[in-house]
């Protein structure tokens, strides 16, 4: 064989890529699912701070209400970090999805790289809001996947179920 030359990768059998296809989909499944429940919870929970914030400022219970804010605010910040964690584990499974379908040769997903971001339809806003989150959180704050121009961008550990290990995308 010459230096040059590619070596020969067999293809895979239909009932490993059938198995490979099925896990990447049940787990990309599985986390959006976590992720819009999540969601769902945090909307009830910033609804019962809001009523019980209401309810302080109506009977005039000033230190209750600043209590209840602070707990609103550390709540708001728990959901979101949650949030980022269920954005990464999505994330994981949309990257085994996209290998699986260059080897089915499935176009699905092929021009989301040409999709306009977030920031490129509303202008400075979210460029803002996240450059002030990242000063006040610097360790925590990523930029989201949408407002990226790559989707393999971030810290996510990813399953490769090609090779069956697990490896960070800085370690790509």
């Known amino acids: 064989m010459s230096s040059g030359s590619v070596p020969h990768v067999p293809p895979i059998p239909p009932h490993i890529l059938s198995i490979r296809q099925t896990y990447a989909w049940q787990w990309f ?35 209750l209400g600043c209590l209840v804010g602070i707990l609103g605010a550390i709540a708001s910040v728990a959901f979101w970090f949650l949030d980022v964690r269920n954005e990464e584990l999505v994330n994981c499974g949309r990257v085994a999805l996209d290998e699986i379908e260059k080897e089915l040769h499935l176009t699905v997903r092929c021009d989301d790289h040409e999709r306009s971001r977030l920031t490129e339809s509303t202008g400075w806003l979210p460029g803002t809001i996240l450059g002030i989150l990242k000063i006040i959180f610097p360790e925590k704050t990523r930029m989201p996947l949408w407002l990226m121009e790559g989707a393999n961008s971030g810290s996510a550990t990813c399953l490769r179920i090609a090779s069956g290990s697990a490896f960070s995308n800085s370690e790509q």
């Open 29 to 63: 499944s599985y986390n959006a699912s976590q992720r819009m429940t999540s969601l769902r919870y945090f909307f009830v929970t910033l609804g019962i701070f809001a009523v019980a914030y209401s309810k302080c400022v109506e009977n005039k219970w000033h230190g």
